[in-house]
């Protein structure tokens, strides 16, 4: 599975982060895996921002839920990330990655089996 990300490098604090991210040799509504963003910033661990499923449920984290939106495109095959409200403290390298177990293990050593190349976001005016 190969996932290629693309969006903006720079974001302004309140706006929106949009990131997208491209997924060739699985369909992302094969029902196997699920589809995650994943977020490292400087000095902190990695965090699970959210997932879709083959299905198109969506699974957020808590504390991220309320300005954080996952979605789909099955025609492009293609998953979106969503995040408003954008802070500094936002700043962090952000990647897409699939993994066919549940959250709860994969994000237990995030060792997922995909993932995209990464995109830094400096939350910056």
């Known amino acids: 599975v190969r996932l290629q990300q693309s969006g903006p490098g720079l974001v302004k604090p309140s706006q929106t982060l949009s990131l997208t991210c491209a997924v060739s040799?699985?369909?992302?509504?094969?029902?196997?895996?699920?589809w995650s963003w994943i977020r490292q910033a400087p000095g902190k661990g990695t965090e699970w921002i959210g997932a879709i499923s083959y299905s198109g449920s969506t699974y957020y984290r808590p504390s991220l839920k309320s300005r954080t939106s996952i979605s789909r495109d099955t025609s492009k095959n293609t998953l979106y990330l969503q995040m408003n409200s954008l802070k500094p403290e936002d700043t962090a390298v952000y990647y897409c990655?699939?993994?066919?177990?549940?959250?709860?293990?994969?994000?237990?050593?995030?060792?997922?089996?995909?993932w995209g190349q990464g995109t830094q976001v400096t939350v910056s005016s």
């Open positions: 990655a699939a993994d066919p177990r549940q959250i709860t293990i994969a994000t237990l050593n995030f060792d997922f089996d995909s």
């Open positions: 040799g699985a369909s992302i509504t094969s029902e196997y895996y699920f």
